[in-house]
């Protein structure tokens, strides 16, 4: 019940994640390719409000994603240390793709588009991919992957997602 490899990955980082996994309101954890768990989204804080903590292994928070309510469009702003790291929002108009667009703190930003309700899409900076989400690679029902490319952060990637799937969840 592993991934099917497409490609050599190169050094990326492959997780698990569980579909519509605030729908569940408790914790989950994101492991790697191999089982090992990576990561632990606590959902408890979803039952107050539109709110997720992303953890380490060992318990340490390492971001909280939120909700905007009274935006214009979808909006989730992704914290680290009470900073925003980034800001999440889905594109007004989406001609045959959906679009999301990731506006980190250092002033750069990242898209995401393809198929999102399907879980099949890229994240991409400036034409270079950083992550990959992809349904094909788990033969688990409502379970998808995430390759994370070399060099990113992959709990911030990680959250990004989780945001995206909230987000497209509503």
């Not at 914290?79 to 999440?88: C, F, P, V, Y």
Request: charged content about 35%; overall charge negative; some cysteine.
């Amino acid at each position: 019940m592993g991934f099917l490899h497409r490609h050599d990955g190169g050094g990326a980082t492959r997780y698990r994640m569980r579909e519509k996994l605030f729908a569940i309101g408790e914790d989950f954890w994101i492991e790697t390719e191999g089982g090992e768990r990576a990561f632990k989204v606590d959902g408890k804080a979803l039952r107050i409000r539109d709110t997720f903590i992303l953890k380490d292994a060992g318990g340490g928070d390492l971001f909280k994603a939120q909700a905007k309510k009274l935006h214009i469009r979808d909006t989730m702003k992704i914290e680290r240390d009470g900073d925003t790291a980034a800001t999440i929002q889905k594109a007004l108009i989406t001609p045959l793709r959906e679009r999301f667009s990731i506006e980190l703190a250092d002033g750069t930003e990242l898209k995401a588009k393809g198929n999102i309700v399907n879980h099949e899409y890229k994240i991409e900076r400036d034409g270079d991919m950083v992550a990959e989400v992809s349904k094909r690679w788990f033969r688990v029902r409502e379970t998808y992957g995430i390759e994370v490319a070399p060099g990113q952060d992959d709990a911030l990637v990680l959250t990004v997602a989780a945001c995206i799937d909230e987000m497209e969840g509503q």
